[in-house]
T-cell receptor, first 113, second 112 residues
Framework: DGGITQSPKYLFRKEGQNVTLSCEQN?????MYWYRQDPGQGLRLIYY???????QKGDIAEGYSVSREKKESFPLTVTSAQKNPTAFYLC????????????FGPGTRLTVT | AQSVTQLDSQVPVFEEAPVELRCNYS??????LFWYVQYPNQGLQLLLK??????LVKGINGFEAEFNKSQTSFHLRKPSVHISDTAEYFC??????????FGTGTSLTVIP
Protein backbone atom coordinates (compact mmCIF):
# COMPACT_ATOMS: atom_id res chain seq x y z
CA ASP A 1 0.00 0.00 0.00
CA GLY A 2 1.20 3.47 -0.83
CA GLY A 3 1.41 6.00 1.91
CA ILE A 4 3.44 7.94 4.42
CA THR A 5 4.90 6.37 7.53
CA GLN A 6 6.13 8.20 10.58
CA SER A 7 7.92 6.54 13.40
CA PRO A 8 7.70 6.25 16.25
CA LYS A 9 4.12 7.22 17.13
CA TYR A 10 5.12 8.34 20.63
CA LEU A 11 8.54 9.62 21.62
CA PHE A 12 9.85 10.71 24.99
CA ARG A 13 13.09 12.60 25.52
CA LYS A 14 14.88 14.48 28.24
CA GLU A 15 15.45 18.19 27.85
CA GLY A 16 18.75 19.00 26.17
CA GLN A 17 18.77 15.97 23.89
CA ASN A 18 18.44 16.09 20.13
CA VAL A 19 15.85 13.76 18.66
CA THR A 20 15.15 12.70 15.07
CA LEU A 21 11.68 11.97 13.75
CA SER A 22 11.38 9.68 10.77
CA CYS A 23 9.19 10.25 7.69
CA GLU A 24 9.11 7.93 4.69
CA GLN A 25 6.81 7.95 1.67
CA ASN A 26 6.37 5.51 -1.21
CA UNK A 27 4.00 7.67 -3.24
CA UNK A 28 6.74 8.94 -5.55
CA UNK A 29 5.93 12.46 -4.43
CA UNK A 30 8.38 15.23 -5.15
CA UNK A 31 7.63 17.51 -2.23
CA MET A 32 7.67 16.76 1.48
CA TYR A 33 6.72 18.87 4.48
CA TRP A 34 6.99 18.97 8.26
CA TYR A 35 4.31 20.60 10.37
CA ARG A 36 3.97 21.15 14.08
CA GLN A 37 0.53 20.99 15.66
CA ASP A 38 -0.29 22.52 19.03
CA PRO A 39 -3.76 22.67 20.61
CA GLY A 40 -5.76 25.60 19.28
CA GLN A 41 -3.04 26.70 16.85
CA GLY A 42 -3.64 24.55 13.82
CA LEU A 43 -0.68 23.40 11.75
CA ARG A 44 2.46 25.46 11.37
CA LEU A 45 5.04 24.76 8.69
CA ILE A 46 8.55 23.93 9.91
CA TYR A 47 10.40 22.95 6.72
CA TYR A 48 9.57 21.78 3.24
CA UNK A 49 11.52 20.22 0.40
CA UNK A 50 10.59 20.19 -3.27
CA UNK A 51 13.49 18.10 -4.54
CA UNK A 52 16.29 15.96 -3.19
CA UNK A 53 19.14 17.84 -1.49
CA UNK A 54 17.12 21.04 -1.27
CA UNK A 55 14.81 22.36 1.44
CA GLN A 56 13.29 25.63 2.59
CA LYS A 57 12.47 27.05 6.00
CA GLY A 58 8.87 27.46 6.94
CA ASP A 59 7.39 29.80 9.50
CA ILE A 60 8.87 28.16 12.61
CA ALA A 61 12.18 26.60 11.55
CA GLU A 62 14.23 27.79 14.51
CA GLY A 63 15.49 24.87 16.60
CA TYR A 64 14.83 22.31 13.88
CA SER A 65 16.90 20.79 11.08
CA VAL A 66 16.10 18.50 8.15
CA SER A 67 17.80 16.58 5.38
CA ARG A 68 16.56 15.23 2.04
CA GLU A 69 19.14 12.76 0.78
CA LYS A 70 16.54 10.49 -0.80
CA LYS A 71 13.24 11.26 -2.49
CA GLU A 72 11.42 8.91 -0.13
CA SER A 73 12.79 10.22 3.15
CA PHE A 74 12.63 13.55 4.99
CA PRO A 75 13.79 13.19 8.63
CA LEU A 76 13.31 16.03 11.08
CA THR A 77 15.72 16.67 13.95
CA VAL A 78 14.43 18.57 16.95
CA THR A 79 17.49 20.13 18.53
CA SER A 80 18.08 21.23 22.08
CA ALA A 81 17.75 24.82 20.82
CA GLN A 82 14.01 24.37 20.31
CA LYS A 83 12.49 26.00 23.38
CA ASN A 84 9.14 24.22 23.41
CA PRO A 85 9.58 20.93 21.57
CA THR A 86 6.65 19.05 23.07
CA ALA A 87 4.06 18.83 20.28
CA PHE A 88 2.44 16.63 17.66
CA TYR A 89 4.54 16.50 14.49
CA LEU A 90 3.02 15.75 11.11
CA CYS A 91 4.83 14.88 7.90
CA UNK A 92 3.16 15.35 4.52
CA UNK A 93 4.00 14.91 0.87
CA UNK A 94 2.61 15.98 -2.49
CA UNK A 95 3.38 16.13 -6.17
CA UNK A 96 5.19 19.34 -6.91
CA UNK A 97 2.65 20.41 -9.51
CA UNK A 98 -0.91 19.72 -10.44
CA UNK A 99 -3.26 18.66 -7.72
CA UNK A 100 -1.47 20.40 -4.83
CA UNK A 101 -3.10 17.89 -2.50
CA UNK A 102 -1.03 16.99 0.54
CA UNK A 103 -1.05 13.48 1.96
CA PHE A 104 -0.33 13.23 5.67
CA GLY A 105 1.36 10.65 7.82
CA PRO A 106 -0.14 9.48 11.14
CA GLY A 107 2.05 11.82 13.19
CA THR A 108 4.56 11.54 16.01
CA ARG A 109 3.77 12.87 19.45
CA LEU A 110 6.96 14.13 21.06
CA THR A 111 7.13 14.76 24.79
CA VAL A 112 10.21 16.42 26.25
CA THR A 113 10.60 16.60 30.02
CA ALA B 1 0.80 36.69 2.66
CA GLN B 2 -2.16 34.39 2.96
CA SER B 3 -4.12 33.59 6.08
CA VAL B 4 -7.08 31.45 7.01
CA THR B 5 -9.70 32.12 9.67
CA GLN B 6 -11.99 29.45 10.98
CA LEU B 7 -14.60 31.38 12.84
CA ASP B 8 -15.85 28.65 15.15
CA SER B 9 -13.46 26.70 17.33
CA GLN B 10 -16.18 24.28 18.48
CA VAL B 11 -19.44 23.29 16.84
CA PRO B 12 -21.85 20.93 18.61
CA VAL B 13 -24.68 19.53 16.50
CA PHE B 14 -27.29 16.84 16.93
CA GLU B 15 -27.11 13.67 14.89
CA GLU B 16 -28.89 13.93 11.51
CA ALA B 17 -28.96 17.73 11.69
CA PRO B 18 -27.22 19.87 9.06
CA VAL B 19 -23.91 21.57 9.80
CA GLU B 20 -21.84 24.39 8.35
CA LEU B 21 -18.21 24.98 9.28
CA ARG B 22 -17.01 28.42 8.28
CA CYS B 23 -13.73 29.34 6.65
CA ASN B 24 -12.56 32.72 5.41
CA TYR B 25 -9.24 33.46 3.79
CA SER B 26 -7.25 36.52 2.90
CA UNK B 27 -5.19 36.75 -0.24
CA UNK B 28 -4.56 39.31 -2.93
CA UNK B 29 -4.15 36.63 -5.60
CA UNK B 30 -6.00 33.52 -6.71
CA UNK B 31 -5.88 30.65 -4.26
CA UNK B 32 -6.45 26.94 -4.03
CA LEU B 33 -8.59 25.83 -1.09
CA PHE B 34 -8.84 22.61 0.89
CA TRP B 35 -10.75 21.04 3.76
CA TYR B 36 -9.12 18.30 5.82
CA VAL B 37 -10.46 16.13 8.65
CA GLN B 38 -8.42 14.85 11.56
CA TYR B 39 -9.49 12.11 13.95
CA PRO B 40 -7.82 11.97 17.40
CA ASN B 41 -4.09 11.24 17.30
CA GLN B 42 -4.10 10.74 13.55
CA GLY B 43 -2.91 12.60 10.50
CA LEU B 44 -5.11 14.72 8.27
CA GLN B 45 -7.28 13.31 5.50
CA LEU B 46 -8.44 15.35 2.53
CA LEU B 47 -12.20 15.93 2.41
CA LEU B 48 -12.36 18.12 -0.70
CA LYS B 49 -10.52 20.78 -2.64
CA UNK B 50 -11.18 23.73 -4.91
CA UNK B 51 -8.66 24.37 -7.68
CA UNK B 52 -10.82 25.93 -10.40
CA UNK B 53 -14.14 25.53 -12.20
CA UNK B 54 -17.44 24.98 -10.42
CA UNK B 55 -17.62 26.83 -7.14
CA LEU B 56 -19.57 24.00 -5.50
CA VAL B 57 -17.23 21.20 -4.63
CA LYS B 58 -18.31 17.77 -3.45
CA GLY B 59 -16.07 15.63 -1.29
CA ILE B 60 -16.01 12.40 0.60
CA ASN B 61 -18.42 11.34 3.35
CA GLY B 62 -21.22 13.53 2.00
CA PHE B 63 -19.45 16.85 2.59
CA GLU B 64 -19.50 19.76 0.16
CA ALA B 65 -18.11 23.28 0.13
CA GLU B 66 -18.79 26.43 -1.82
CA PHE B 67 -16.10 28.82 -2.96
CA ASN B 68 -17.24 32.43 -2.78
CA LYS B 69 -14.62 34.73 -4.22
CA SER B 70 -16.40 37.98 -3.37
CA GLN B 71 -16.72 37.00 0.27
CA THR B 72 -13.36 35.15 0.33
CA SER B 73 -15.06 32.19 1.93
CA PHE B 74 -15.00 28.42 1.57
CA HIS B 75 -17.59 27.08 4.01
CA LEU B 76 -18.00 23.35 4.53
CA ARG B 77 -21.48 21.82 4.75
CA LYS B 78 -23.15 18.51 5.33
CA PRO B 79 -26.95 18.09 5.20
CA SER B 80 -27.12 15.34 7.83
CA VAL B 81 -24.28 14.49 10.20
CA HIS B 82 -23.44 11.15 11.78
CA ILE B 83 -21.71 10.28 15.03
CA SER B 84 -18.68 9.25 12.98
CA ASP B 85 -18.28 12.84 11.73
CA THR B 86 -17.06 13.89 15.16
CA ALA B 87 -13.53 15.14 14.47
CA GLU B 88 -11.37 18.23 13.95
CA TYR B 89 -11.76 20.00 10.62
CA PHE B 90 -9.11 22.22 9.04
CA CYS B 91 -9.39 24.67 6.20
CA UNK B 92 -6.21 25.36 4.21
CA UNK B 93 -5.12 27.67 1.42
CA UNK B 94 -2.18 27.78 -0.95
CA UNK B 95 -1.18 30.05 -3.79
CA UNK B 96 1.94 28.35 -5.05
CA UNK B 97 1.28 24.77 -4.02
CA UNK B 98 4.45 24.88 -1.94
CA UNK B 99 3.39 26.64 1.21
CA UNK B 100 0.04 25.85 2.74
CA UNK B 101 -1.63 27.95 5.41
CA PHE B 102 -3.99 26.19 7.78
CA GLY B 103 -6.73 27.56 9.97
CA THR B 104 -6.77 26.82 13.68
CA GLY B 105 -9.37 24.13 13.24
CA THR B 106 -13.02 23.53 14.16
CA SER B 107 -13.92 20.75 16.54
CA LEU B 108 -17.18 19.18 15.41
CA THR B 109 -19.05 17.18 18.03
CA VAL B 110 -22.09 15.20 16.94
CA ILE B 111 -24.53 14.63 19.78
CA PRO B 112 -26.65 11.44 19.73
Amino acid sequence: DGGITQSPKYLFRKEGQNVTLSCEQNLNHDAMYWYRQDPGQGLRLIYYSQIVNDFQKGDIAEGYSVSREKKESFPLTVTSAQKNPTAFYLCASSFDRGTYEQYFGPGTRLTVT
Amino acid sequence: AQSVTQLDSQVPVFEEAPVELRCNYSSSVSVYLFWYVQYPNQGLQLLLKYLSGSTLVKGINGFEAEFNKSQTSFHLRKPSVHISDTAEYFCAVTVTGNQFYFGTGTSLTVIP
